[in-house]
Each structure stands twice: as structure tokens, then as C-alpha cells.
């Protein structure tokens, strides 16, 4: 008995060290970007395996600090099925700890994770289990996130005036509580509902109001997501040659950050103008790419990418056939 009281209590130790030295690691490699996310790509494994011993070794706060520390990262290189299966582990863990807003955070981003999978009936069910805990606890800045993560799946499902309605709550808590990189988010969104809606002034008028404000944020997917939105705008309103100094600039952005979801929408969207450019061989060169990395993190348009891919194939043969290389 003591000997076996002593194995466990020094198996216990090494998942507390273990745990230290990885969250201390993800931290550090997570703030230099897409440098240090290559360097976390080796240790992710091992690292998911550590949180699931972290846990069953009942050391919830080690677990809820790992997870912490690698979350941006997974979500960044589009390793979603990864931080679903971590998040749930930080969420029992917030759970035996009575941690009501590391709960409520938790529930938020597996919602934001299974949207970003194209899971939006899923996401929705997360974000309405989060909503009244962040408001139990007074979290304002929880509820103004949850709030325009609703307001984003009701636009996706078509549900404009809702989604506005969710959208507006947002956006007055960000202005009371003083958070810009929350406003900015909003306004951007807000934006998004009339870019849907074919209303392009108005959608224009509202990423330009929120691009500053994500800058000064230092919200630098948000800058991209901004940077692409009015990149599509000018495409729709027949100015090519400006949209596309827009998406390279967003590019740029994605590439520096690690951001490889934003890098393939990036590449789809360039490719998008090129083909208003008449210049199919970069329409190609654009669009395989997106395809390449849409395949390796299973992003939701993947089959959208694919069909184009396809057609440019097939449109590029054609030009060949009358001798009209690109």
C-alpha cells in the first residue's frame, strides 16, 4: 500500500512538471507566430496526451492552464478536431473546479470550433448553453463575445434582422465596457450582414469604420478578415486592380501569423479577382492552393474550392485548345 501510495503520488508530480514545462512552451512558441506553431506541431500529440493524463489524474487546474496555453494555436493551423477534444477537457475540468466563467469561456469557444467546422446547428446549441453563465457571473466581455458569435450563425442561416439584433446587443456592451477589439469585431460583422444583403455602401461604410479600430485592437486576423471584406466589395463593384492590393495585404497578415484558415481563404479570394482579370493560369495557381490547405485542415468550403479548381482546369484546357495561353 505505501509502495503503490508512492508510485501514484510521484506519477502525479511528473504530470505537474510535465504540464508546467508544456504550457510554458506553447505559451512562448504560440506568441511568435507561425515560427513557433511549427515547432508546437511536433510536441501537439504529445501535448493532447498530457492533458488526457492531466485529467485523469484530477490535476483540473494544470489541465485548464494547457489547455489555455495551445488553444490559439490549434485553432490556428485548423487543428479543430484537436481543440474540440481539448476544450472538452478544460470544460470538465472548469466543471470539478465549480469554475462558472472558465466554464462559460469553455462552452463559448467549443460553439466557435464547431462553427469554424461548418457545425452550425452544433455551435448555436454551445453559444445558448454559454449565454446565461457569462450573464450569472457578470462577465460582460463573455456575453458581448457569445453574443456576436450567435448573432453570426443567425446570418449564416439567413436570419438577417436577427442576427443584427444579436450583433447591436454586442456592440453596446463592447462600447460600455471599452473593448475595441470587441467593437471592431462587431462592426465588421455588422458590415458582413449588408455585404449579404447586397446593401455595399452601407457594408463598406462599416468595414472602413471597424478596420482602424482592429488595428489599434492589434486584432491582426481580425485586420485580415477586414482587409479581405473590403477586398470583395471593390470586386463587386468591378474594381479588380483595388481588390486585390486589399487581399495581398491580407495575405500578408496570415502568412506572418500562422493563420492558415485565413491563408486559404486568401488564396481563393486572389484567385476569385484573377479570373476578373482574365488571367487563369494565376486563377489556377491561386485556387489549387486554397484547395491544398482547405484538404489539410478540413475546412468547410473544401468541396466550394474543389468545383472551382475544376473549372478553371477545364476553361484553361479549352483556351489551350485555341492556342491562347494565359
Not at 159 to 177: D, G, V
Request: proline share 2%; net charge negative.
Amino acid at each position: 500500500m505505501p509502495e503503490h501510495a508512492a508510485s501514484s503520488a510521484e506519477l502525479t508530480a511528473v504530470c505537474q512538471r510535465l504540464a508546467a514545462h508544456y504550457t510554458a512552451l506553447a505559451e512562448k512558441e504560440s506568441a511568435r507566430g507561425a515560427a513557433g506553431y511549427a515547432r508546437l506541431d511536433k510536441e501537439r500529440v504529445q501535448c493532447l496526451r498530457l492533458i488526457e493524463r492531466c485529467l485523469a489524474s484530477k490535476l483540473w487546474q494544470e489541465v485548464q492552464a494547457l489547455v489555455w496555453s495551445i488553444q490559439k494555436y490549434l485553432d490556428r493551423q485548423g487543428h479543430w478536431a484537436d481543440r474540440l477534444a481539448a476544450l472538452k477537457m478544460q470544460l470538465t475540468a472548469a466543471q470539478q473546479v465549480e469554475d462558472r466563467r472558465d466554464e462559460a469561456w469553455c462552452l463559448n469557444e467549443l460553439g466557435y470550433t464547431c462553427e469554424r467546422r461548418g457545425e452550425r446547428e452544433k455551435a448555436l446549441t454551445y453559444y445558448k448553453q454559454s449565454l446565461p453563465i457569462h450573464r450569472e457571473v457578470e462577465d460582460k466581455q463573455g456575453e458581448g463575445a457569445t453574443l456576436n458569435n450567435i448573432g453570426a450563425i443567425y446570418h449564416a442561416q439567413g436570419r438577417y434582422e436577427q442576427a443584427l439584433e444579436q450583433y447591436q446587443q454586442s456592440l453596446s456592451i463592447w462600447q460600455e465596457i471599452g473593448d475595441r477589439k470587441g467593437e471592431g469585431t462587431t462592426l465588421n460583422n455588422i458590415g458582413g450582414v449588408y455585404d449579404t444583403k447586397g446593401d455595399y455602401e452601407q457594408a463598406l461604410t462599416c468595414y472602413e469604420q471597424c478596420l482602424p479600430i482592429r488595428r489599434e485592437a492589434g486584432d491582426e486576423i481580425g485586420v485580415g478578415q477586414t482587409l479581405n471584406n473590403i477586398a470583395m466589395i471593390y470586386r463587386a463593384f468591378g474594381r479588380p486592380a483595388k481588390a486585390l492590393k486589399y487581399l495581398e495585404q491580407a495575405l500578408s497578415i496570415y502568412q506572418q501569423i500562422g493563420d492558415r484558415v485565413g491563408v486559404a481563404e486568401s488564396f481563393w479570394n486572389i484567385g476569385l479577382i484573377c479570373k476578373d482579370l482574365g488571367n487563369l493560369a494565376k486563377v489556377e495557381e491561386y485556387i489549387s492552393q486554397a484547395v491544398q490547405l482547405a484538404e489539410q485542415i478540413g475546412h468547410p468550403s473544401l468541396e466550394k474550392y474543389r468545383e472551382g479548381l475544376a473549372r478553371v482546369r477545364a476553361a484553361r484546357q479549352v483556351e489551350q485548345g485555341k492556342g491562347g495561353e494565359a
